[in-house]
């Protein structure tokens, strides 16, 4: 019986596989005699979280903008499954569109990646405006060549500083600190240059390991550090800018393609008012949590003056030493010079960043 079984299980194996190469996983149904379109979208993080908040906000646009036509069913939390599993899902056509950050698309793209190198942006308005340059819309391109998805918009996930139990104020400090990051090579080098002991770990287990003890620390922003309870098991924020990071909202080239036109550009312009609309959230979420960690009982340790600032940037210079021979296929120069004129076109505004 087992034998009998086989052949047509294995027939339908190949069937499935071949269907889903060929096929997106776009849904259609009809509603009041118009075809309307249903795209799945997973993110990362609770209900609370602004990143969960602003994908929200791009799901209404979405509808309103395409009059109904297009509709988008939200899995928050990690629901569908892990980050890194989510967007290779919506690189291959499997899933429809995912919202992860930018460490994730390290495993299949290097045009990215510099986005994280440490110290190179000053506000959210100079990274949010090297993305409509030029070379920015380079990068879109390259990662769809790479990734196979279309970047729809991108989202703030802060300037990253660390938590630990103990206090740490010059990169002497971490030597041997045992910190999470994200799974990406340019984070893992970061603290390996500073001398600490990075721990690549999923964001599932982080709170977990910090109870536990299994880590030191883990760096993150004010929003993802309260909405996960980290005050509970760490009593200091390390507040440093050490990198600033990003969210990627993007649709498998496959779904994309499988929509009309007209629905495309829907997208497209949902992606550009859901950036817009996150900048602005993006300062008042952040300072609201900065504000509810101390109130929780958990400390901000300020590490932007000037004095300490020149201390962290010259332990992390390693990194762009590393970046370059690793990469020698991206124009660093150009990046630097451009990074460098738009933190002092936005400078007037550093001042008020919330870092």
């Given amino acids: ?91 291959m056509g499997n899933l429809d569109i995912c919202d992860v950050g930018l ?11 510099f986005f994280n190198l440490p110290f190179l942006w000053e506000t959210r308005d100079a990274a949010f405006s090297f993305l409509d340059t030029d070379a920015g819309e380079d990068i879109r391109r390259q990662v769809e060549e790479d990734v196979g998805v279309h970047i729809l918009g991108f989202q703030d996930n ?20 045992k910190v999470r990051c994200q799974e990406s090579d340019i984070l893992l080098q970061i603290w390996s240059d ?3 002991s990075p721990m690549p ?8 390991a910090l109870q536990q003890g299994a880590i030191d620390g883990q760096m993150n922003a004010y929003i993802t550090n309260y909405n996960s309870g980290y005050y509970e098991v ?26 009309p036109e007209d629905l495309q550009a829907v997208l497209d312009q949902a992606g550009q008012e859901m950036q817009e609309w996150n900048i602005q959230a993006a300062r008042e979420e952040n300072q609201r949590c900065a504000d509810a ?24 210079q390693p990194t762009y030493d590393w970046f370059r021979e690793s990469f020698p296929e991206i124009d660093l120069d150009t990046i630097l010079e451009t990074a460098d004129m738009l933190n002092e076109q ?7 960043e919330v870092v």
């Fill in 1 to 91: 019986m087992k034998k009998m079984l086989a052949l047509p299980l294995i027939l339908a194996m190949i069937f499935s596989m071949t269907a889903c190469g060929e096929k997106s996983s776009v849904v259609t149904t009809v509603e009041n005699g118009e075809e309307v379109y249903i795209l799945k979208m997973s993110s990362t993080v609770n209900e609370d979280h602004l990143v969960t908040k602003t994908d929200r906000y791009f799901i209404q646009r979405v509808e309103e903008l395409s009059n109904g036509r297009l509709k988008i069913e939200l899995y928050p939390n990690n629901q569908l499954g892990d980050p890194r599993s989510m967007l290779e899902a919506t690189s």
């Fill in 103 to 113: 460490p994730q698309y390290s495993y299949y793209t290097n045009a990215l990646k």
């Fill in 158 to 177: 802060g300037f990253f500083g660390f938590t630990s139990n103990k206090l740490m104020e010059t990169p002497a400090d971490v030597r041997g600190f």
């Fill in 194 to 196: 500073l001398g600490a």
């Fill in 201 to 208: 770990m999923s964001f599932s287990e982080v709170y977990t």
């Fill in 234 to 259: 760490q009593q200091y924020f390390h507040k440093l800018g050490l990198l600033y990071d990003m969210m990627v909202v993007g649709i498998s080239m496959e779904s994309y393609n499988a929509l």
């Fill in 293 to 316: 960690w101390v109130e929780a009982g958990s400390e901000i340790v300020d590490m932007t003056d000037e004095e300490t600032q020149s201390l962290w940037r010259e332990a992390a």
């Fill in 346 to 352: 936005f400078a007037d505004v550093k001042a008020e």
